[in-house]
Structures are given as C-alpha cells and as structure tokens.
C-alpha cells in the first residue's frame, strides 16, 4: 500500500511539473528556461526549430572480398546535415599455375564486392 502511495505522489509531481513548464500556446515559457538554468534563451516557433530538428544523416557499411589466399575489405561512414552517401569496393584477386603431367595449367580465383547507401534527413 505505501509503494502505492508513493507511485501515486510521484505521478501527481510529474503532472504539475511538465504542465507549469508548458504556455498556453504549448511552447516553453521563459520563466521555464530561466529556471532550468537557461536564462536569456528565448522560445521559438515549431517552423523555427523543423530547421534544425532532426537534421541528420548517417550512412555507413563495409564490402569485404575473399579467395584462396587473398583477402580485401573496405570501410566507409559517411554524415551530412541533411543528406549523406557513401560507397566502397573490395577486390580479392588470386592465382595459382603449376602442371601436372606435362601440361601446364593456371587457375585464378577470385572475388568482388561493392556497397552504397544513401540516407537523407526530412
């Protein structure tokens, strides 16, 4: 009963909290960010911060190439603001020659890989 009550005065603390931190036009006031240690800060509008927010692209991979006693392999990050690409190749190429019973032979193995990606931020 009292793990209860104390979940209760918890969630009554919470819920006067985040509504005294809210203005009517459901921006932060300033007495807020004053309070939050944040004095000279000023509210802006929801069209002011989409130019900022969630402005963040990231890509990233790896190709790796593999035969018989070669191997290669490539990375590559790629981040921009409001776009990012990036790519890479691996090339894994091996030969063998001998001969066997009077005839001569060569045998080459071998092994690609490529990557690209592309992220953008809306």
Same mark, same amino acid.
């Given at each position: 009963?009292?793990?209860?009550?104390?979940? =209760?005065?918890?969630?009554?603390?919470? /819920?006067? !909290?985040?509504?005294?931190?809210?203005?009517?036009?459901?921006?932060?006031?300033?007495?807020? !960010?004053?309070?939050? /240690?944040?004095?000279?800060?000023?509210?802006?509008?929801?069209?002011?911060?989409?130019?900022?927010?969630?402005?963040?692209?990231?890509?990233?991979?790896?190709?790796?190439?593999?035969?018989p006693g070669a191997f290669s392999a490539n990375g590559y990050v790629a981040t921009g603001h409001t776009s990012a690409s990036g790519g890479a190749f691996s !090339? =894994?190429?091996?030969?063998?020659?001998?001969?066997?019973?009077?005839?001569?032979?060569?045998?080459?193995? /071998?092994?690609?890989?490529?990557?690209?990606?592309?992220?953008?931020?809306?």
């Amino acid at each position: 009963m009292k793990s209860f009550i104390y979940v =209760a005065i918890a969630l009554v603390a919470m /819920g006067v !909290l985040t509504s005294s931190a809210s203005a009517a036009d459901n921006q932060v006031s300033t007495s807020s !960010l004053n309070a939050a /240690g944040l004095p000279g800060f000023a509210p802006i509008s929801d069209a002011q911060g989409m130019t900022v927010r969630g402005k963040f692209a990231a890509v990233g991979g790896i190709t790796v190439a593999t035969a018989p006693g070669a191997f290669s392999a490539n990375g590559y990050v790629a981040t921009g603001h409001t776009s990012a690409s990036g790519g890479a190749f691996s !090339l =894994a190429v091996s030969g063998v020659g001998g001969s066997i019973g009077g005839v001569s032979g060569f045998i080459v193995a /071998g092994s690609v890989a490529a990557g690209v990606a592309t992220a953008h931020a809306h």
